[in-house]
């Protein structure tokens, strides 16, 4: 192979056009695709902006619907089914999943990331990846990192604590390169304290590379790079969409005047040559059209979580719909006739066909009178006569199906929503349809959260569908009717009021600039922090079935637990259940969430049946991140495991003592007082050097105790010196 010249190693490093890398000699060109939820294909070089004209796909459930399921077979199944999509039409790399977590039910984009929790984004989209790679199409794990808004995405800078980073906004990314190693990982547009994320070696190269040892190649999101050479510099391989000319320009003359050593090009060069050769030649063929959009229907179903069900009586609920000549439901809500089923901007999918909820209700219950009213229009304010409509229609029926939802221009990619409230237009009409006195099931369509207090407590069910997709309208009537038991679980926290949100006094930031000022406490750990009150806590999902929790097990050996309880089906039907681990550590001596989910499993149980099982727990799952000493903590003393079905339905909980080495800290002359005398080594040693005196003297250590030792030694008297200081080696 002829040896590359500068200009072509820089072509290698920009790409060629909107969505394929550049092709050198020997290294041919590869098509890349947006696609975290079904491929966005566009033939040729793509328009202007690549939103437009793309090729038919199956358009699965959005992240924070798939998130719901709480299932990684499942998501490894939808992976699989991208991949062979992308194979299908030539992609060499399905740019997703988006692992961001939701830091505020504002973020417009936080219908394609998976939760507020990193442990769970993490398992999931692990799954995700593995299933797409397993076709021989790559993935790029995005945005890195701490990414968690639109407003002024391209030059906001984050600022946020290292511990607050290892601990929320890394973890999700640590875990999918260390176990399922992506092809690529794309560079977020923001600033990280200042630095570009497209700029950040911190990032790119010392976390990423050194220590989780990621191999692959660190892509842009479109349009990040601000200083090629310095991105190049700091880890980054390949810029997208290429700035031709300028960019290729800039690294061939900072390698001929020694700005940039030429070794580092040839690296992001032998990464760009692997992923090629990982991608292989470009194919184009067919896939299974109805064996995909069966597979988004169920997904869709399992996403779908039943957040309230009461009913003529405390031992049953309005849902399941039974299908009846007798029974007439009244369908309300033009979302049920035209659906919402994905998010705006780059994930946008042309799908292969749509599931039209009302035709799939009808289809569901083919003995019952289903009638129909819009009662609202998807824009605008709300209009009396549709309303009225709906209400007489309503008030003639068993049961009311109300679909309510966001309309599309309330949340996409580029821009953060205001509120978390449905349209006036739909919260007056389901007042009116609540005051019938007839029973409404409010089905849900949205991105984002929603609020649902006041309205929920005067309807009798509700269900969040979340962008369920082309098959969505399909899952709905599944879960109406009961064919499917609603398998779906919160992945993020409903609020009371947007107020309640641990981010809101710090979102989304000023003058270039937003604190991260929650710091770890983020979702459902600050809630729980500050015992607030919630509509529906993390973890919640009802199911047509109960389910019962006994024995709990927990074997301590060393920093490795080993946790077992039984979980039985006590209903009448069959069902599924999502097991949650917490784990707690009340005696830490950092400020740490009440409990933070450790491990979770989904098992399906007939009438009955009982199950029991199993999480092992490292010392990781009780470390937390010390900034004092650098790294991973764990602190001997009380841990308490808790499992059960939420956040805050712990069903049964153990406190167990985890006996390890107290982690001591490096004393130096920065270090107070009463670190030097709380610390087993350090104490005597100081003792001995000073001699009596200040040591003595309880009352004035509480003065004085969090002085450093160099301080003190300016004091005259105190008996701490700088000779103190040199017999110390401090």
Request: glycine letters at 12%.
């Amino acid at each position: 192979m002829e040896p590359l010249t500068v200009e072509q190693k820089a072509a290698l490093s920009i790409g060629a056009d909107f969505w394929h890398t550049s092709a050198v000699p020997g290294v041919p060109s590869i098509l890349v695709s947006d696609g975290p939820h079904g491929l966005r294909v566009q033939p040729g070089a793509g328009d202007h902006v690549g939103l437009g004209g793309s090729l038919p796909a199956t358009c699965f459930p959005t992240a924070a619907a798939l998130a719901s399921t709480w299932d990684p077979a499942l998501l490894r199944e939808v992976g699989e089914a991208l991949g062979t999509e992308a194979r299908a039409q030539g992609v060499g790399v399905v740019l997703g999943p988006g692992v961001n977590i939701k830091r505020s039910p504002l973020c417009g984009r936080n219908f394609e990331y998976f939760s507020e929790d990193p442990h769970l984004t993490g398992v999931l989209a692990a799954a995700l990846v593995e299933g797409v790679q397993s076709r021989g199409v790559g993935t790029s794990l995005k945005h890195f990192a701490a990414n968690n808004q639109e407003t002024d995405r391209l030059r906001v800078s984050a600022e946020v604590d290292e511990r607050t980073l290892r601990e929320i906004y890394l973890p999700a990314f640590e875990h999918v390169v260390t176990t399922a190693r992506p092809w690529t990982v794309m560079c977020a547009y923001n600033r990280v304290n200042g630095t570009y994320a497209s700029e950040h070696a911190w990032l790119l190269t010392t976390v990423l590379r050194d220590e989780w040892g990621f191999d692959g190649v660190v892509v842009s999101d479109w349009g990040a790079v601000a200083d090629r050479v310095a991105a190049l510099a700091a880890g980054l391989d390949l810029e997208m969409p290429p700035n031709t000319g300028v960019s290729d320009r800039a690294i061939v003359d900072a390698v001929a005047d020694g700005s940039l050593d030429e070794a580092v090009l040839d690296r992001a060069v032998d990464r760009m040559r692997r992923l090629v050769e990982r991608a292989g030649p470009a194919g184009r063929g067919e896939f299974d059209h109805d064996a995909h959009h069966a597979l988004a229907r169920r997904a869709a179903a399992d996403a779908i979580v039943l957040l309230r069900n009461e009913g003529p009586d405390e031992h049953s609920g309005t849902l399941p719909l039974r299908d009846s000549p007798a029974l007439t439901v009244a369908v309300v809500g033009e979302l049920a006739r035209t659906p919402r089923y994905q998010g705006a901007g780059s994930s946008q999918v042309n799908p292969t066909r749509v599931d039209v909820p009302l035709e799939e209700i009808r289809a569901a219950l083919p003995s019952s009178t289903v009638g129909f009213a819009p009662g609202y229009a998807l824009d605008g304010p709300a209009d009396r006569a549709l309303a009225d409509e709906a209400v007489a229609l309503a008030s003639g029926a068993d049961v009311v199906v109300a679909v309510l939802g966001l309309p599309p221009a309330e949340e996409s990619e580029g821009f953060d929503r205001t509120h978390i409230d449905l349209p006036v237009a739909q919260t007056a009409l389901l007042a009116r349809l609540s005051a019938t006195g007839v029973p409404v099931v409010v089905a849900l369509a949205h991105g984002g959260v929603v609020r649902t207090d006041p309205w929920e407590q005067r309807v009798a069910a509700v269900v969040t569908c979340w962008l369920g997709g082309q098959a969505g309208g399909g899952a709905l009537a599944d879960v109406l009717t009961g064919a499917t038991d609603p398998g779906g679980r919160l992945a993020e926290t409903v609020p009371l009021r947007l107020a309640d949100t641990p981010s809101h006094l710090n979102f989304p930031g000023e003058e270039g600039r937003v604190r991260y000022g929650e710091g770890v406490f983020v979702g459902y750990r600050g809630f729980d922090a500050l015992d607030r009150p919630v509509a529906h806590p993390f973890g919640h999902g009802l199911s047509y079935t109960t389910f019962g929790y006994s024995g709990l097990t927990v074997d301590v050996d060393g920093t490795d637990l080993t946790v077992g309880a039984t979980v039985t089906n006590t209903g009448e039907r069959a069902g599924r259940e999502v097991v949650q681990l917490y784990v707690g550590d009340p005696q830490a001596s950092v400020a740490r969430p009440p409990a933070e989910l450790r491990g979770f499993t989904k098992i399906a149980l007939e009438p009955g049946e009982s199950r029991t099982v199993t999480f092992d727990l490292h010392a990781r799952d009780l470390s937390f991140w010390s900034v004092a000493h650098g790294g991973w903590v764990v602190e001997p003393g009380e841990f308490e495991i808790a499992v059960g079905s939420s956040s805050r339905d712990l069903r049964l909980c153990r406190t167990v003592t985890v006996d390890v080495e107290r982690p001591r800290p490096v004393l130096t002359a920065d270090s107070t007082l009463q670190e030097w005398l709380a610390d087993p080594e350090g104490g005597p040693a100081l003792r001995a050097a000073a001699g009596p005196g200040i040591l003595d003297d309880a009352e004035l250590q509480k003065v004085i105790g969090n002085f450093p030792l160099a301080r003190l030694a300016a004091f005259p008297g105190i008996g701490i010196t700088r000779e103190t200081l040199t017999r110390l080696g401090a």
